[in-house]
């Protein structure tokens, strides 16, 4: 089946390391993705990583990839006030040929200075 | 800014009534995909089009519809409104072949049905 699951909320203050964790069903998922969104905003695709991956690094952001649990998080190092927003992750399950992304509830990140 | 147009904007409307909703994919993407978002159900997937041909379809309701153009735009028309249908409706594109098929957002369309 497919179901991602995320906490819904994270406070952190500026400066800080944020973490923000997800777990998928779908172990034929071939790529995740980090997506945010800003208030009133769209959502912006800020990384992805292949299945095949452990962790992937992309300046502040980090991704590690724990297939076996069906574990992703993402790291975001030095988090910026700017940072704070609503950060989803999404698998591209293999039975729909990629044809569609399933969601996750998403994670509200607040940055405090 | 991705590069998908989405419009309009905002949309207020009353139930019963009928809606289209416009999105411009990022040039050269030939793949089309419909969201919505609301409160209580998240992010789900609604369809998908390609090339002008429907490919793969989600959780998308009988009153609603979509076709993509010739010209690669598409449309996704919503009727017999109701209130439950108020929703964030998010257009994206992607270009298959592409490695992830990364799908790009657009801002998307605010409905609120009253």
């Known amino acids: 089946g497919e179901d991602v699951e995320q906490s819904l909320f994270l406070s952190v203050r500026e400066g800080d390391s944020s973490v923000i964790n997800c777990t998928y069903t779908?172990?034929?998922?071939?790529?995740l993705y980090w997506y945010k969104q800003e208030p009133g905003a769209g959502l912006q695709l800020l990384t992805y990583i292949f299945s095949n991956m452990d962790m992937k690094q992309d300046q502040r952001l980090t991704v590690l990839l724990n297939k076996k649990d069906k574990h992703l998080s993402l790291r975001i190092a030095d988090t910026q006030t700017g940072d704070s927003a609503i950060y989803f992750c999404a698998e591209s399950p293999m039975n729909t040929g990629f044809q569609k992304l399933v969601f996750g509830t998403g994670t509200r990140l607040l940055v405090s200075p | 800014d991705s590069g998908v147009t989405q419009t309009p904007k905002h949309l207020i409307t009353a139930t019963g009534q009928r809606v289209t909703l416009r999105c411009s994919p990022r040039?050269?993407?030939?793949?089309v995909y419909w969201y919505q978002q609301s409160l209580d159900q998240g992010l789900q997937f609604l369809i998908q089009?390609?090339?002008?041909?429907?490919?793969a379809k989600g959780n998308i309701l009988e009153r609603f519809s979509a076709q993509q153009f010739p010209d690669l735009h598409s449309e996704l028309n919503l009727s017999s409104l109701e209130l439950g249908d108020s929703a964030l409706y998010f257009c994206a594109s992607s270009l298959p072949g592409r490695a992830a098929e990364t799908q790009y957002f657009g801002p998307g369309t605010r409905l609120l049905v009253l």
């Open positions: 089009y390609y090339n002008g041909e429907e490919r």
């Open positions: 040039s050269g993407d030939l793949s």
């Open positions: 779908d172990s034929s998922s071939t790529y």
